[in-house]
């Protein structure tokens, strides 16, 4: 019961403190309508009661300024836990290779490195509902579309350094396990 109204600076899960702040709403709520809820008849009864409202309105009220704080370290200490962002290692892929995947496969995403950053490049199709047969099959480049190859390959050109791509993913998976 000690640890319930001490402020935790370790947590990394917010469910702790969001519970408390839960449980504490409901008895403070509850100890408001208490007298919607049920009919105490006895004057003594009530006052007693009432009492032990008061006390668990109050343990609420330190419960929620607790729980808040804890809320923040929660935060914290899930930021400073996240793993380090390596560089990501791009592989260079031909323009040939890439426009040979692109125009076999109706759905393939590439994440590339260029001097803007990472894009995705591709070809995407429609399809209906319970059919495998693809349709309005459409390249893109970043968020330009293109109806044809050789115009995604000719705006291809311009992220290319001797005919090759720096590919990072193909469809999610790392270049160099594809």
Do not use: H
Not at 69 to 89: C, I, S
Not at 135 to 141: E, G, N
């Amino acid at each position: 019961m000690r640890k319930f109204f001490e402020l935790q600076t370790k947590l990394t899960s917010y469910t702790y403190p969001l519970s408390k702040i839960c449980v504490s709403i409901s008895i403070i709520l509850f100890s408001i309508f208490r007298n919607n809820l049920f009919i105490i008849s006895s004057k003594p009864l009530n006052f007693v009661v009432s009492l032990l409202c008061l006390a668990a309105t109050l343990a609420s009220v330190l419960c929620i300024y607790i729980a808040v704080p804890e809320l923040f370290y929660a935060y914290k200490n899930r930021k400073a836990n996240l793993p380090e962002r390596k560089p990501t290692t791009a592989i260079p892929y031909d323009l040939e290779t890439i426009k040979r995947l692109v125009q076999e496969n109706d759905i393939i995403e590439f994440e590339i490195r260029t001097t803007e950053g990472i894009i995705q490049i591709g070809a995407s199709s429609d399809c209906k509902v319970d059919s495998s047969v693809f349709f309005d099959k459409r390249f893109y480049i970043g968020e330009n579309e293109y109806l044809t190859i050789e115009k995604f390959e000719e705006d291809l050109l311009r992220y290319a350094v001797d005919k090759e791509i720096p590919v990072i993913t193909i469809d999610g998976v790392k270049a160099e396990k594809w």
